[in-house]
């Protein structure tokens, strides 16, 4: 489990270039290391951690599941149907099913 930024014991959606890095250094991988464990090109790595490239919205939850890390993945849902505007109520079923 890759803690949040804060050193709080959770996740948080990967959604700004100092989060990318500092997940990915937490992981406990060079950048070539976690390109390829989560499918990305090492180009793309340093692109999003340099701010050269904006971090796709779905850039978190595909390094949630190649890393298969729950807290993340919980994390990364949650922040999308918060956006997305669903329910409290849809958003509560739906974290009683992951947990």
């Given amino acids: 489990m890759c803690q949040g930024s804060e050193g709080q014991g959770h996740s948080q959606a990967i959604t700004s270039s100092d989060l990318l890095r500092a997940y990915r250094r937490r ?3 060079s950048q070539p290391e976690f390109a390829k464990k989560t499918g990305l ?3 793309s790595i ?3 951690e340099l701010n ?3 971090i796709p919205t779905d850039l978190s ?3 949630a599941l190649a890393l298969h ?3 993340l993945l ?3 849902l949650q922040s999308f149907l918060t956006a997305s ?3 409290a109520s849809e958003i509560k079923l739906l974290n009683q099913r992951l947990i």
Avoid: P
């Fill in 61 to 63: 939850l595909r390094i």
């Fill in 74 to 76: 919980a994390t990364t």
């Fill in 46 to 48: 340093k692109k999003y």
């Fill in 52 to 54: 050269e490239r904006s």
């Fill in 69 to 71: 890390d729950i807290d």
């Fill in 27 to 29: 992981s406990g991988l």
């Fill in 85 to 87: 505007k669903w329910k």
């Fill in 41 to 43: 090109s090492y180009g």
